[in-house]
Structures are given as structure tokens and as C-alpha cells.
């Protein structure tokens, strides 16, 4: 049963928008000592949940609300343009093997989240989007994997 809870636990830290994998990969080999490709797919998985919502849900719920909070609309304004400036060079260079290599990169503000909202706002096709995001998100995982176990090593 322990396991189970330290699983959901691992597949939530994936959800969340800062910590993603870089979070969850090295919390479920180090803290928690679980088998490193059953973190590793616990973690994808929770790391592909929000693109998803982002990617099918966001446009909809963001033209629902948009222009009813002068705060909710300085928010959305702040993270599109933040995404937009970070994302533009790889999306607009490589187009969705930029968005791809974008979620790749397991740095603060790259990620699955900030990917999703990218090709949301850039227009890339629903299911590109969301097949390149997972590739992305599995690349990640992979080099976090990589270097939880090199750090682990040490």
C-alpha cells in the first residue's frame, strides 16, 4: 500500500508546473527508492496530464473568461507573453520539433506546461502538439532519469 501512495505521489509532483520531472524522477529514485523505469513511467504519465488539458481545454476556458477580471486578463497577458518570448526561436525556427526539443530540455521554464500553452498560442495543430509535447516529456524524463542516477552514484 505504501508503494501505491509514493506512485500517486510521484505521478502528482509530475503535474505540477514547476516541478514536472526534474521533481518527480529524482524524489521517486533517491527519496523513495522505487525501481527507476517504474518512477520513470509514473512520472511521464503524470507529466503528460496538463498538456493535455492545456492543449484541448485552455483555448476554450481562456475565451470563457477573458475581459470578466482585469486581474485574470493581466495574469494571462504576463504567462503568454512570457511563453511567447521563450518559445518563439524554437517554435518559429523548427516548428514542431522545436516545440519537441523546447520540452526536452529539463531547465527551469522549459517543460511540458510551458510547451503546451506555447503551441497553443503558436497554433501548432492539437495532436502534433500533444504528440511532440509527449515526445518531449519522454526525452526529459530520460536525461532526468540519466542524471538522478549519476547524482545518486556520486
Known amino acids: 500500500m505504501q508503494i501505491i ?8 509532483y509530475a503535474m505540477t508546473p514547476i516541478g514536472e520531472l526534474r521533481l518527480s ?3 521517486g529514485i533517491t527519496h523513495y527508492n522505487i525501481n527507476l523505469w517504474l518512477v520513470y513511467i509514473v512520472s511521464v504519465l503524470g507529466n503528460i496530464i ?3 488539458l492545456i ?3 485552455a483555448p476554450k476556458i481562456t475565451k ?3 475581459g470578466k477580471s482585469k486581474k485574470f486578463d493581466q495574469i494571462l497577458d504576463w504567462v503568454f507573453t512570457r511563453t511567447r518570448h521563450r518559445t518563439k526561436k524554437y517554435i518559429n525556427k523548427y516548428g514542431a520539433i ?3 526539443l523546447f520540452v526536452a530540455i529539463p531547465l527551469p ?6 510547451g503546451s500553452i506555447a503551441a497553443w498560442l503558436f497554433g501548432v495543430n492539437k495532436k502534433t502538439a500533444l504528440i511532440y509535447t509527449t515526445l518531449g516529456v519522454m526525452i526529459a524524463g530520460i536525461i532526468v532519469t540519466i542524471l538522478t542516477i549519476g ?3 556520486i
Open 5 to 12: 501512495n509514493e506512485l500517486i505521489k510521484i505521478f502528482l
Open 25 to 27: 524522477i529524482p524524489i
Open 50 to 52: 496538463p498538456p493535455i
Open 55 to 57: 492543449i484541448y481545454l
Open 64 to 66: 470563457k473568461l477573458q
Open 98 to 100: 522545436g516545440l519537441m
Open 109 to 114: 521554464n522549459t517543460g511540458a506546461w510551458t
Open 151 to 153: 547524482a545518486k552514484s
